[in-house]
């Protein structure tokens, strides 16, 4: 894998305040700034019940001042309500401030390379169709089957599947506006994560910057073992 020029090209840096940004707050929500479009995000799901695609729900209005809930109790979802100070609830950042590209498990193949790290997975189970992601990457020979595993990659939320283009000799991403989503009903009927799109922009409580990213899910459940990012753990609940 070529995975020094992955490394490089998924770093970047913020030399001035961001238009689109969150700020994780200590014990409470998440502050949303910039107004960009926010709605609801379906997983519409095949004959076997993989999602292949979204379908847009309810927009909801961004402007600001927007807290979002983290804490998973909120009475008017996706807005807080002040739930987070009436019950007991973890709200410590796990997650480190590092690449998503660290410690990742790698699948490699004639035209591509897949890197996984499989902490930020939100369970969207976009990568299970068609035999599975993984098995795409290492037998993609034609462009069709590059294309493929493109759209799948594409399709997860979180960024936890990055995608090398060995002919390209570049990082796929899709083309994504600054964007949030609020996935619902991906792959089980309940509330998934929240979906940024675009880059934007994730600060901590203590005011530290995660790694900007175009695909990040975040978690608003409250019970996540890596937040301020999703692990999934909302399909157990």
């Known amino acids: 894998m070529e995975n020094v020029n992955m490394q490089e090209e998924s770093n970047h840096n913020s030399e001035t305040k961001p238009q689109f940004y969150i700020k994780v707050v200590a014990n409470g929500p998440y502050m949303l700034f910039g107004e960009p479009k926010m709605s609801e995000l379906f997983a519409e799901l095949d004959e ?60 490699d193949g004639p035209l591509l390379t897949l890197a996984d790290n499989e902490r930020y997975c939100s369970f969207a ?37 990055v995608l090398w283009d060995k002919r390209a000799k ?20 309940i509330k998934g994560p929240i979906w940024l799109r675009g880059g934007i922009q994730v600060f901590g409580a203590n005011g530290d910057s995660y790694e900007i990213r175009n695909r990040v899910t975040l978690c608003r459940c409250g019970e996540s073992e890596n937040k301020p990012f999703c692990d999934g753990s909302h399909t157990y609940l």
């Open 125 to 161: 189970h976009f990568c299970d169709a068609n035999g599975g992601i993984w098995n795409i990457v290492e037998c993609a020979s034609t462009d069709s089957e590059v294309e493929l595993a493109k759209e799948i990659v594409a399709h997860c939320p979180s960024g936890r599947l």
């Open 170 to 189: 570049k990082i796929f991403e899709p083309d994504f506006a600054p964007q949030v989503g609020l996935l619902e009903g991906v792959g089980v009927k």
């Open 48 to 107: 076997q019940g993989i999602p292949t695609g979204y379908r847009e729900g309810e927009s909801f209005s961004s402007k600001e001042p927007c807290a979002l809930c983290r804490c998973g109790a909120s009475k008017k979802h996706p807005y807080c309500t002040g739930e987070h100070t009436k019950h007991s609830w973890d709200s410590k950042e796990k997650a480190k401030h590092e690449s998503l590209l660290k410690d990742v498990v790698v699948s």
